[in-house]
């Protein structure tokens, strides 16, 4: 089992071929199949808690005393600390044991949970978001990396498929399910659901999961990793410091020259570490390096329209939590149903051709938007977020897969690893960015106030738009000739 785990784990630390990883006996077919659906219930969890607070942003405003538009440290809280943490976690458990470290994600996963609900201030409710946060992002890439350790070769594909369907599901029923709660209860059970759930958890971990680590464990690259950390919320914070925090302009300028300065003091350190955490070589890979800086500018614009679309439902058209919720269900159905078709069209056209036009198509629906009105047609704004839904997923799917078809096997955990670490960013930013923008039109746009917002709205996804369809420029680097054939089995755990 020396080789074929390396494949899919999440941190970048790869395990010697001569030393694999200890464990316990072989564990019968009964416990795997609990352990299964452990890491694919904490899979769940982790990406459900990623949207399920979206719909609920207003109702939280109301009960902290907070305005809804104001309310972004939420989500963002949330996906920065993912992205800080997902390159620790692999490491946490080559060093510490997949089981010790998968046990302690889900109980400060659920301590964080229970701490949120109980939030009495929005300044206490971004910290245990943290909290939260950093449970989290140990949940799939340490539970898939238990999956890989114990399953025999021939059941690695089923395994990692049954464990990801659950995380597809959880982001799809995420909205709905945030608007429901809140309407038959309170947002504070958004947070409540996953207390048990942890509990259990914890319990069928300490029973079932069985105990691996990596005895050659190379030591932890702490200076490249605090410099990825410090430039990341560095920048996160200096893109929403004038517009939510208040902060002078001076300060902003100098977050941001942090912030770039800690990248670039990034590069010259992963040139000269023996084992840096991220190695520069995997930008020598085409497909990898334009794929990865795509995803990044693109999925700022998706990672904006989640935490967009439910506000403007609820605060400029009056839309109740519930029935904000279920407007995004034609966004999920529409996703789910061409993610086959993009398949088809990258094999006959190549990823530069579709992922330009489409990026560009992506663009344009996040602007038509700025078209919304109280008196549209229901049905209008349905088949608009159905479009939107199924160009959104589309783009997904053809980013995703461009990103690692050449990575092979020796550059997959590195490269997933960082892959992940880049679209947590992306989320987080694409909030910030959606945050600061409708902050910024809200306080300079004439006849907009809280109860008038939907000029802000207006100007902020045409913004957003704007912003996404750019990025085809980068999508047009790629070669031609570049289809859907790839040097790798795929990962079925790879989601959006």
């Not at 529409?334 to 489409?358: D, F, P, Q, S, W």
């Amino acid at each position: 089992m020396g080789l074929r785990p390396r494949k899919a784990l999440a941190a970048p630390v790869l395990m010697p071929d001569t030393l694999p990883p200890t464990a316990t006996a072989a564990p019968s077919d009964r416990s795997l199949t609990i352990m299964l659906w452990l890491v694919a219930t904490g899979f769940f969890m982790q990406t459900l808690d990623s949207t399920i607070v979206n719909t609920a942003l207003p109702a939280m405003a109301k009960s902290l005393g907070e305005a809804p538009l104001r309310m972004q440290g939420v989500v963002i809280a949330y996906s920065l600390t993912m992205a800080m943490m997902i390159p620790v976690s692999g490491w946490l458990a080559d060093k510490l044991g997949t089981r010790r470290v998968f046990f302690s994600a889900i109980l400060v996963f659920a301590i964080g949970s229970l701490l949120c609900a109980n939030a009495q201030s929005l300044t206490q409710l971004v910290i245990y978001r943290v909290v939260q946060g950093v449970g989290g992002a140990m949940l799939l890439p340490v539970g898939r990396l238990a999956v890989l350790r114990v399953f025999p070769a021939e059941r690695y594909l089923s395994a990692l498929a049954f464990v990801a369907i659950p995380g597809l599901i959880g982001p799809l029923i995420g909205p709905t399910l945030g608007g429901w709660l809140v309407q038959i209860a309170s947002w504070h059970w958004i947070f409540l659901i996953n207390v048990p759930v942890g509990i259990v958890g914890c319990i069928a971990t300490h029973l079932y999961m069985p105990d691996s680590r990596n005895p050659a464990t190379p030591p932890f690259d702490l200076a490249g990793y605090l410099l990825l950390a410090v430039g990341m919320v560095a920048l996160t914070i200096s893109l929403d410091g004038l517009a939510d925090l208040g902060l002078a302009h001076a300060i902003v300028l100098v977050l941001l020259i942090l912030s770039f300065g800690c990248f670039v003091a990034y590069g010259l350190h992963a040139t000269r570490a023996a084992q840096p955490i991220f190695s520069l070589d995997l930008f020598k890979i085409h497909t990898f390096s334009v794929g990865l800086l795509g995803n990044l500018f693109a999925r700022i614009g998706s990672g904006a329209m989640p935490y967009l679309i439910p506000l403007l439902l609820q605060v400029s058209l009056g839309y109740t939590a519930f029935q904000a919720g279920m407007m995004m269900l034609p966004v999920a159905a529409a996703g789910m149903l061409c993610k086959r078709l993009v398949t088809r069209l990258i094999e006959r056209h190549g990823y530069r051709r579709v992922l330009v036009v489409n990026t560009v198509l992506v663009g344009l629906m996040m602007a038509s938007f700025s078209l919304v009105g109280v008196d549209q047609p229901l049905w209008l704004r349905l088949v608009q977020l159905a479009i939107f839904g199924g160009v959104n997923s589309m783009q997904f799917t053809a980013m995703n897969t461009l990103t690692l078809k050449d990575l092979g096997t020796g550059g997959a955990s590195s490269g997933n690893s960082l892959f992940s670490l880049v679209q947590m960013l992306s989320m987080s930013l694409g909030v910030t960015v959606a945050g600061a923008i409708l902050a910024t039109f809200t306080g300079i746009l004439p006849r907009v106030t809280e109860s008038n917002s939907l000029p802000a709205f207006h100007a902020t996804f045409l913004c957003v738009g704007v912003i996404t369809a750019a990025t085809a420029w980068i999508f047009g680097q790629l070669a031609p000739e570049i289809r859907a054939a790839s040097k790798r089995k795929p990962d079925p755990s790879e989601s959006n």
